[in-house]
């Protein structure tokens, strides 16, 4: 693992450079926000990808995580996503975690559950 917990902020060139990482995977808990250009960046990274530090994300951040193929993508820092979101979110082939939502619609949590790869909260699991 490559541990930056204590980064709270990335450019793309940075969040381009750090996808390249051959270890495990990105230990990135400190960023609080990113917008589109470093989601998509980030999302090209073929290990693990912690982001547990975003409290939210946009739907424009979603659609470029979304395209995450690897391992698994830890969103747990999420209390709660609208139905833009989740319908990105939902796009993601490796794994994703989600346990941190909190607060879900059930139409949110219909179109989560339609991805097997997207772990929720014993919660909200059948």
């Not at 530090?53 to 969103?75: N, P, Y």
């Not at 820092?77 to 619609?105: C, F, H, P, Y």
């Amino acid at each position: 693992w490559l541990h930056l917990g204590g980064l709270t902020s990335i450019d793309k060139d940075v969040a381009q450079e750090l996808a390249k990482f051959e270890g495990i995977g990105l230990f990135l808990r400190g960023l609080k926000s990113v917008d589109k250009d470093v989601a998509q960046e980030l999302a090209k990274t073929k290990k693990n990808l912690d982001l547990m530090g975003l409290t939210s994300i946009d739907k424009d951040v979603a659609h470029e995580l979304a395209k995450f193929q690897r391992r698994v993508l830890w969103l747990n820092g999420l209390t709660s996503i609208d139905n833009d979101v989740a319908q990105e979110l939902a796009k993601v082939e490796g794994g994703l975690d989600l346990d941190g939502l909190t607060s879900v619609d059930k139409d949110v949590l219909k179109i989560l559950k339609s991805n097997p790869n997207i772990i929720l909260d014993k919660e909200y699991r059948d």
